[in-house]
């Protein structure tokens, strides 16, 4: 079965620092990664995704992630904080190796933005 | 990418009684996820909803609390039912696209009183 660990449930950094959300996943097939975020009272919306390719993946609002599959890691990172990062983060893997199927979660990570 | 609108987007229900959720997809698809996300917590599927089969529930879930239809390639109901305060979550459907991309509706905010 596939599992995600998020490492640190609330993580708070000043405006303009770096943002690092840690994500280790175990699988038993080659993964396909996703982050989503979720703002206060809304859904969840697709930040950036790992399938195949390319290890470092680029997604929305300049945050990125790369895939290391050595360290089972898939950490997301942005050069600068700005205060409209403050939400909830989630680390998700596919459960069958392919990208439209059912995720398997993280227990989430709560960002702040400290002014 | 795929647009998905979920009916009713927040409702406040009382005990003993039972919801409706509708699920709303911009195209076709041939998988469609209910989700869970009880207060403070992280996302649990519920149940994988495939046109034209029964749905599959996962471990804790069954038919006779969250019975789902699904009539067509685009839409889906989930029911919540006999509802107790325990049941307030927010109910997420998600579809997968071609693109290898799960995408989430906005969410169905339950509250039972």
């Known amino acids: 079965a596939q599992s995600v660990t998020q490492l640190g449930s609330h993580v708070s950094v000043s405006e303009g620092a770096l943002v690092l959300l840690r994500c280790n996943y175990s699988s038993s097939v080659p993964p396909y990664l996703f982050w989503y975020v979720q703002y206060p009272n809304q859904g969840l919306q697709l930040l950036l995704k790992y399938t195949t390719g390319a290890t470092l993946v680029k997604g929305i609002n300049g945050f990125e992630a790369e895939f290391k599959k050595s360290e089972t890691s898939f950490h997301l990172t942005k050069p600068s904080a700005h205060m409209s990062d403050a939400a909830e983060y989630f680390c998700a893997v596919s459960d069958y190796g392919f990208g439209n199927e059912k995720l398997t979660f993280g227990t989430g990570t709560r960002l702040t933005i400290i002014p | 990418s795929a647009v998905i609108s979920q009916k009713p987007s927040r409702d406040i229900c009382q005990r003993g009684t039972s919801l409706t959720i509708q699920c709303q997809v911009d195209?076709?698809?041939?998988?469609m996820f209910w989700y869970r996300q009880q207060p403070g917590q992280s996302l649990t599927l519920i149940a994988t909803?495939?046109?034209?089969?029964?749905?599959?529930?996962e471990s804790g879930f069954v038919i006779d609390k969250f019975p789902i239809s699904r009539p067509n390639l685009t839409f889906s109901t989930l029911t919540v039912s006999n509802m107790s305060p325990e049941d307030s979550s927010i109910y997420l459907c998600?579809?997968?696209?071609?693109?290898?991309?799960?995408?989430f509706g906005e969410g169905s905010w339950l509250t039972v009183v």
């Open positions: 195209s076709q698809v041939t998988m």
């Open positions: 909803a495939n046109q034209g089969s029964e749905a599959t529930y």
């Open positions: 998600s579809v997968g696209d071609r693109g290898n991309t799960i995408y």
